[in-house]
Structures are given as structure tokens and as C-alpha cells.
């Protein structure tokens, strides 16, 4: 078994009977099992959620490298930039 205990990749997840219940619908709805339905949400999900806090990031860092005393512009994005109604 290359050394790993049956059960060591395995998550054990608690989640909100609405959910479950969402999720089980799903399954049922694809003829899947629950367990590859989870699966492939996650697959799925994971990328998004690296990119958005990827993105995130990178909008912090360009906050933070801001000039404090430059004066907002149409090119930073600053306040002037956006129509207030």
C-alpha cells in the first residue's frame, strides 16, 4: 500500500443539513454518488478561490505601494476617476 494508512487523504466534514441536503439533491439529479459530487466541487472550487485570494493579494500589495501624497488620478484609479451620483 506504498506506506500510507487507508484513510490518511480523508476529510471529515461538517456541513449544514440545507447544504447536505442541497448536495444530495445534486447527485441524485447527475445519478452520481454524493462523495464524487463533493469531490468535483471541490476540484472546481479550489481554483477559484486560489485566484481570488491571489487577487486579493496583489490588490492589497498595490494599495500598500501607493504614494500617500500623490494625488489621486484617473490613471490610479483614485476617487476622481469614479462619477459619484
Same mark, same amino acid.
Do not use: I, Q
Given at each position: 500500500m506504498n506506506g500510507r494508512l487507508r484513510g490518511q487523504h480523508s476529510i471529515k466534514l461538517?456541513?449544514?443539513t440545507e447544504m447536505k441536503t442541497r448536495l444530495a439533491a445534486l447527485a441524485?439529479? +447527475?445519478?452520481?454518488p454524493l462523495a464524487e459530487v463533493c469531490r468535483? +466541487?471541490?476540484a472546481m472550487g479550489l481554483p477559484i478561490l486560489?485566484?481570488?485570494?491571489?487577487?486579493r493579494r496583489s490588490g492589497v500589495e498595490f494599495i +500598500?505601494?501607493?504614494d500617500p501624497d500623490a494625488p489621486p488620478?484617473?490613471? !490610479?484609479g483614485g476617487? !476622481?476617476?469614479v462619477p459619484r451620483p
Open positions: 461538517f456541513v449544514s441524485a439529479e +447527475l445519478d452520481r468535483t +466541487l471541490m486560489e485566484g481570488a485570494e491571489a487577487a +500598500l505601494n501607493e488620478s484617473a490613471s !490610479t476617487p !476622481t476617476s
